[in-house]
């Protein structure tokens, strides 16, 4: 991997991962394995090297004047030709690398926020512990792993899953004042944890935001899907975007990263860096 932007003396080229991944493995998942080598020339990066170059910025009080109390990142994978999918899943256009990236976000975060869709369509699990970061997050005042938030208007989720039933830290649901109470009743009972983020049936983003941070978690990370992260940039409520541009075409229908009705005016990002592998292009825009 090397580093595209911004330009340092640690822009050498690093060969990508020699291991070879087979399909079932090779998808977007907290399941999926990052360990690796440490980041010496001409290997890939350490995991160290990818949460600094990662990092979320300082936050809080202590931080200085001016710093933001909260953060919201959101990492998305994308085509040349805008895909956000490929077949309804994300991992077609992903490669180990990204998946490595992923993970790390996912090790830096506090909570993971994702749509209803998304976690039935991705069959997500629970986040878990992963000794590679254990120092950092107990470092950072983080638990063992991140939670994950599932945003649902309708809670017409499986609460017999793992990611209910037995996860490291509970899970976390986002939902509106006017969901169903055997729905919110049938959650609980599972173990999850549910949090009111808005006066009707939907969640407003600015109120899940601000909900999640006073239950102290002030990383956050989305990884949609297209329509919750198009509520989010249109509430004016994302801070970064980390997007992987794969080179890939795939033409088809598919969904872009963000969906559902068009902002006013057009939210301008600045580009904060740009790290390049094998065709691949792992960015990070934040807001200005």
């Known amino acids: 991997m090397r580093r595209l932007f911004p330009v340092t003396d640690e822009t050498e080229i690093r060969s990508p ?16 394995e990052i360990g690796s080598p440490e980041g010496e020339t001409g290997q890939e990066w350490s995991l160290a090297e990818l949460a600094a ?17 909260v953060w919201l990142r959101a990492n998305m ?22 998946m490595r990236i992923f993970g790390t976000l996912r090790a830096l975060a506090d909570v993971v926020v994702v749509g209803a869709e998304t976690v ?19 470092a950072a005042g983080q638990g063992p792993a991140p939670a994950i938030a ?3 208007a309708s809670l017409d ?12 830290v509970p899970t976390l649901i986002l939902t509106g004042a006017a969901a ?4 919110i009743a049938a959650a609980e009972k599972a173990g999850a944890r549910v949090v009111i983020a808005g006066d009707g049936v939907g969640v407003d983003p600015a109120r899940a935001v ?3 941070a006073d239950l102290g978690h002030t990383r956050l990370l989305t990884e949609g899907g297209p329509r919750l992260l198009g509520q989010l940039v249109a509430a004016g409520v994302l801070d970064e975007l980390c997007l992987t541009l794969s080179p890939m075409l795939t033409a088809g229908d598919a969904q872009r990263i963000a969906g559902g009705p068009s902002v006013a005016v057009p939210s301008r990002f600045a580009l904060h860096s740009l790290l390049e592998e094998d065709g691949f292009l792992y960015s990070r825009y934040r807001r200005p």
């Open 17 to 32: 991962a020699t291991e070879i991944r087979s399909p079932e493995t090779e998808i977007r998942s907290p399941e999926t």
């Open 53 to 69: 170059a990662y990092a979320y910025p300082e936050l809080g009080p202590g931080a200085g004047p001016g710093a933001p109390e």
């Open 77 to 98: 994978v994308s085509t040349l030709d805008g895909a956000a999918q490929h077949d309804g899943r994300s991992h077609p256009i992903s490669t180990a690398t990204d």
């Open 120 to 138: 039935r369509q991705e069959g997500y699990r629970p986040a878990r512990a992963r000794a590679d970061f254990a120092v950092a997050r107990e």
């Open 150 to 152: 599932v945003v649902s």
């Open 157 to 168: 989720l499986d609460f017999s899953l793992p990611l209910y039933t037995s996860p490291l």
């Open 180 to 183: 169903a109470p055997d729905r």
């Open 210 to 212: 601000r909900a999640l």
